[in-house]
């Protein structure tokens, strides 16, 4: 039960966020708010993989744009919201962008906590008092390492899986010259 309620609440958590937020917002053009004649849009905003596990990263790659007519400073904030309903936010970029101007901002996502991890990006003017635009909040799904068969391949079974290998290529050559 206790489980299931900590889920409902990081639901709820993202669901405030996203209201908080003006709303659950797209990477598009038609989303982003004009700050005078400054403008500044989440072109696109993506993460690598949807499913990783502990030990693991991931990239978070976002694409900013200045759709405005002036050059504009831009702050784009990473918020989390974890598996046990905490919440984290994070500065990852401060550009300044002249008109018509994209950079992208990258960022590795490492993985040390299991569950499900909320993800919004949000793009702030550079004295955080304005915020141009938000992403869509994704998931990143982050796994227990398996202790067992089934999970990702190790160095010690490349090793194993290398002497196999080999051994089968000097019995081919014995074989070959009896």
């Known amino acids: 039960?206790?489980?299931?309620?900590?889920?409902?609440?990081?639901?709820?958590?993202?669901?405030?966020?996203?209201?908080?937020?003006?709303g659950v917002a797209g990477a598009d053009e038609g989303t982003c708010s004009a700050n005078g004649e400054r403008k500044l849009c989440l072109e696109d905003v993506s993460v690598s993989t949807e499913r990783i596990v502990v030990g693991e990263s991931a990239t978070l790659s976002v694409t900013v744009r200045n759709a405005g007519?002036?050059?504009?400073?831009?702050?784009?904030?990473?918020?989390?919201?974890?598996?046990?309903?905490?919440?984290?936010?994070?500065?990852?970029?401060?550009?300044r962008l002249e008109p018509g101007e994209e950079v992208e901002v990258t960022q590795r996502l490492d993985a040390s906590t299991p569950g499900t991890h909320g993800l919004q990006v949000v793009l702030n003017d550079g004295a955080m008092t304005h915020r141009y635009d938000a992403s869509e909040v994704r998931t990143l799904e982050v796994e227990e390492r398996s202790a067992g068969l089934g999970g990702p391949i190790d160095a010690p079974e490349y090793a194993l899986l290398a002497l196999l290998g080999s051994l089968s290529v000097l019995g081919v050559v014995v074989y070959r010259n009896n």
């Not at 039960?1 to 003006?22: E, I, P, S, Y």
């Not at 990473?78 to 990852?92: E, R």
């Open 69 to 95: 007519d002036v050059a504009a400073n831009g702050t784009v904030v990473l918020k989390v919201a974890g598996p046990v309903n905490g919440t984290d936010t994070y500065a990852l970029s401060e550009d």
């Open 1 to 22: 039960m206790g489980a299931r309620n900590g889920t409902l609440a990081v639901l709820v958590v993202l669901v405030a966020a996203a209201v908080a937020a003006g």
